[in-house]
Structures are given as structure tokens and as C-alpha cells.
């Protein structure tokens, strides 16, 4: 597989679940990125990852925990979820986080509801 | 202000028209500026890297306007494939990219 891939593309789950989104990237990169996209709000960046260390952190609530095993891999684990919490959530991967105009690959997304 | 800012449209041209999107941003201290391209449902993918002489890619001609703080996508002799959004981006002066909320084009036959 190439470029970045997401799994699972589609989640619905209650109030109370624990789940989980994974992001992998096939493209040799070093950052990669979660982003929450809600309707007719723009993409809001959570986390950055740089060479597996978090880099950024942007004012996200701690119902959403990130984790970076390796530089290749991304994770999202979700606990006790808001209905507000629903959206497409996005996952990216760049060169580096510093360097400038630094291109974003973007995965295609899990489309996320909470019941 | 907002920190990016984009006409949401939409806009609703006829295939081989030109039209023109703008973007403004609030952080002069910005240095790198893209514009993204989001079909519905999909991942945004990168269109063109904005620089400060301007480019150009096909039909598609970016400008970089740092004193009045906009950048600018021309599109020219529209395709019905053209239909998307397009996402303009800059980077918040410490490298986190910030996102406007998108301009809708559509293209019409």
C-alpha cells in the first residue's frame, strides 16, 4: 500500500465505548497529524507527532488520547465520546514538522458518530 | 479576525470560465502558503504551494500578496472536474498549518 491509509473509514459508537482509529503511513515521513473536520468548520489541527515525540498538543480534551508507537503509526483511542465529538477525523503525514512549506499528505479520513 | 479567512461561496461558473478565489491571513509573520483542493467526502490534497513571485500550474495561477496579507487562486477555462473545495493554508508562524474553512466551486456544463 502507499501514501497513507485509515482504518476504520467508519465508526459509530456509543456514550460509554472505548475505540480506537489507527493511522499508518507508507511514505518514509517523520510528523504526522490528527485533525478534526466538522461540518462547515475548517480542519482543526490536535496533535502533532515529530520523530514519535508529541510536538503539539492543541488544546484537546483528554477524551482523546494519541499514541505514536513508531514513525510509521498513529493512533486515536476514544473514551467516553460527546454526541459533538462526531466528524471526519483525519490523519496526515509530512517530511518534518519544522521545515517549511512542507507538503501534508492526508489520509482519507474516519468518518466518526457518537450515539 | 479570523486567522485565515475564505469566501465560503458558492461559486457557480460555466465550463471555460475564469474565476478567482482570495484568502486573507492575520499573522504576518507567516511564511509558507498552500492551497489545498477537498472533493466531497474525500481527503483535502495539496493543489499548489503559493510563493512570493507567484506560479503557475496549467490553468492554475497562484499569487502571494504579503503586504495586504492575501494570497489568490485563478483558475482558468474551468472543467466540469474542477467542481471541489478549495482549502487555502498558512502556516501560523511557528510551523502548525492553519486551515480556512474552504471555498465551494462548482462547475456547470
Known amino acids: 500500500e502507499t501514501g497513507v491509509t485509515q482504518t476504520p473509514r467508519h465508526l459509530v459508537m456509543g456514550m460509554t465505548n472505548k475505540k480506537s482509529l489507527k493511522c499508518e503511513q507508507h511514505?518514509?515521513?517523520?510528523?504526522m497529524y490528527w485533525y478534526k473536520q466538522s461540518a462547515k468548520k475548517p480542519l482543526e489541527l490536535m496533535f502533532v507527532?515529530?520523530?514519535?515525540?508529541?510536538?503539539e498538543n492543541n488544546s484537546v480534551p483528554s477524551r482523546f488520547s494519541p499514541e505514536c508507537p513508531n514513525s510509521s503509526h498513529l493512533f486515536l483511542h476514544l473514551h467516553t465520546l460527546q454526541p459533538e465529538d462526531s466528524a471526519l477525523y483525519l490523519c496526515?503525514?509530512?517530511?518534518?514538522?519544522?521545515?517549511?512549506?512542507?507538503?501534508?499528505?492526508f489520509g482519507p479520513g474516519t468518518r466518526l458518530t457518537v450515539l | 479576525r479570523k486567522e485565515v479567512e475564505q469566501d465560503p461561496g458558492p461559486f457557480n461558473v460555466p465550463e471555460g470560465a475564469t474565476v478567482a478565489f482570495n484568502c486573507t491571513y492575520s499573522?504576518?509573520?507567516?511564511?509558507?502558503f498552500f492551497w489545498y483542493r477537498q472533493d466531497c467526502r474525500k481527503e483535502p490534497k495539496l493543489l499548489m504551494s503559493?510563493?512570493?513571485s507567484g506560479n503557475e500550474d496549467g490553468r492554475f495561477t497562484a499569487q502571494l500578496n504579503r503586504a495586504s496579507q492575501y494570497i489568490s487562486l485563478l483558475i482558468r477555462d474551468s472543467k466540469l472536474s474542477d467542481s471541489a473545495t478549495y482549502l487555502c493554508?498558512?502556516?501560523?508562524?511557528?510551523?502548525?498549518?492553519?486551515f480556512g474553512t474552504g471555498t465551494r466551486l462548482k462547475v456547470l456544463a
Open positions: 503559493v510563493y512570493s
Open positions: 496526515a503525514s509530512s517530511h518534518d514538522w519544522v521545515s517549511s512549506y512542507n507538503e501534508q499528505f
Open positions: 493554508v498558512v502556516d501560523s508562524g511557528t510551523y502548525k498549518y492553519i
Open positions: 511514505l518514509g515521513h517523520n510528523a
Open positions: 507527532y515529530n520523530f514519535k515525540e508529541q510536538t
Open positions: 499573522n504576518s509573520a507567516s511564511q509558507s
